[in-house]
């Protein structure tokens, strides 16, 4: 008799097949075809796929809480179907060293929903053993990078723009945001991270590709990620968005958001660099308005639209999502007996329209406001337990874990 049985249509061996889920401990017990004999049961007929991972968040706590808050966006998480999240360490105060992160993660710790890793800002060198690394080139000296770097024990993702190569106009427009970060500026620094790469082969990723010339100009052992602004949006939206539409690396010409759209065999992951800032703060005159886009809750929803349009497959959208992160940042992969029990059930077809107002982030706007989309998560599943279901909303205060270690040893 298992405690918990999921039955329904499952993607599992790279197709859709009927599946009877044993959950114990929060971990998969046991897969089969057959029935099962559980105490409780959840029966679906929406689809069932490996725990969404998401590499790239901005929970902002601590400090600007008034953004978000670690609570308010692991909710939001939940409801866009994530099991796991990985938060860049941007905060008020950046998280350069392992007392900032130890202090971090005893916060974060009481209000995540969802499981969790925490980055840890590249710039000092001591501080080079913790598992996730993230280097904004431009905070610190190339030097001290290369330093980090060589050190590193964990994984390098790197944000690449280098900002030797940002221009200036004068009296500038939210229009001329793509030429004060040219493509040029991206390109360099990938051609910084070849050769940090060449030189000491750690393991290393570039968290949002925006252009067809970084995706041939990245080595082939470096890890690609994209985000669902530069796959859905382009310089062409800034009409109606204006300085909402300013994030770093800027929205590109529609050619390269169309060629990463329908490239998407050369990227490894989809991280949705969620960056909410409060709508105050985005409608300011630019370049005053803060970058960065919210887009967790609808990400997965985006993307299934692609799919009913026939431009990707759900092979594509599970390697995206779930085994291109998984294997990045060594995570257990897929459905299988020992992992986690992380499920995300979506209805794949339900048709709707984004609103702000079901959005659980504290920003309270998004650039997708209004579209028309496919998909529709019903529930989300963290080891075993149910913390978004789509009719009762967040069900759990406190659930989620740390899945990285934070002392570095
Ligand atoms: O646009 C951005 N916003 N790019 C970043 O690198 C940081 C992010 C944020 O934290 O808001
Ligand atoms: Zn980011």
């Known amino acids: 008799m298992y405690t ?10 790279n197709k859709i097949q009927n599946l009877n889920i044993a959950i114990e401990n929060q971990k998969i017990s046991k897969l089969s075809k057959s029935k099962l004999k559980s105490e409780a049961t959840i029966k679906t007929k929406d689809l069932i796929l490996p725990g969404l991972i998401d590499p790239h968040v901005h929970f902002r706590e601590p400090g600007n809480k008034h953004k978000e808050t670690f ?3 692991t909710c939001a998480a939940a409801a866009g179907g994530i099991t796991t999240a990985l938060d860049m360490p941007n905060n008020y105060r950046h998280i350069t060293t392992k007392k900032l992160l130890q202090e971090k993660e005893k916060i974060v710790s009481k209000k995540a929903v969802i499981d969790y890793g925490l980055y840890l800002q590249a ?6 053993d913790t598992p996730l690394m993230k280097y904004f080139l431009g905070f610190g000296s190339f030097d001290d990078y290369e ?7 964990g994984v390098n993702v790197f944000h690449a723009e280098d900002p030797e190569l940002f221009q200036e106009v004068e009296n500038p427009t939210i229009y001329d945001h793509n030429t004060i970060h040219p493509p040029e500026a991206a390109e360099a620094a990938c051609k910084f991270i070849n050769s940090l790469y060449s030189k000491y082969q750690k393991p290393t990723h570039i968290t949002h590709i925006t252009t ?3 995706v041939h100009t990245i080595l082939p052992n470096i890890t690609k990620g994209v985000t669902p602004p530069h796959l859905f949006l382009s310089i062409k939206n800034l009409d109606v968005l204006g300085t909402f539409g300013k994030v770093d690396p800027p929205l590109r010409e529609e050619a390269d958001r169309i060629y990463l759209l329908t490239h998407l065999d050369k990227i490894d992951c989809v991280g949705t660099d969620h960056a909410p800032h409060t709508p105050e703060e985005k409608e300011a005159d630019y370049p005053a308005a803060k970058s960065g886009l919210p887009g967790i809750e609808d990400y997965i929803s985006l993307l299934f639209t692609e799919l009913h349009k026939g431009n990707l497959d759900l092979s594509t959208i599970v390697r995206l999502t779930h085994a291109g992160p998984a294997k990045i940042f060594g995570l257990k992969r897929g459905i299988a007996t020992g992992n986690d029990a992380d499920f995300t059930i979506i209805d794949r077809k ?19 406001d209004g579209w028309k989309v496919r998909g529709e998560i019903q529930k989300t599943l963290v080891r075993g337990k149910t913390v978004f279901e789509k009719e009762v909303g967040i069900l759990t205060r406190k659930w989620g874990k740390n899945l990285f270690k934070i002392d570095g040893k």
Not at 4 to 13: A, D, F, H, R
Request: aromatic share 12%; proline share 6%.
């Open 212 to 214: 067809r010339q970084e």
């Open 123 to 128: 710039g000092i060198p001591s501080e080079a």
């Open 4 to 13: 918990l049985v999921l039955s329904g249509p499952t993607y599992y061996q």
């Open 350 to 368: 339900k048709e709707r329209i984004i609103n702000v107002q079901d959005h659980f982030s504290k920003c309270g706007w998004t650039p997708y």
């Open 71 to 73: 609570r308010t966006g």
């Open 147 to 153: 330093k980090c770097y060589s050190k590193s024990t």
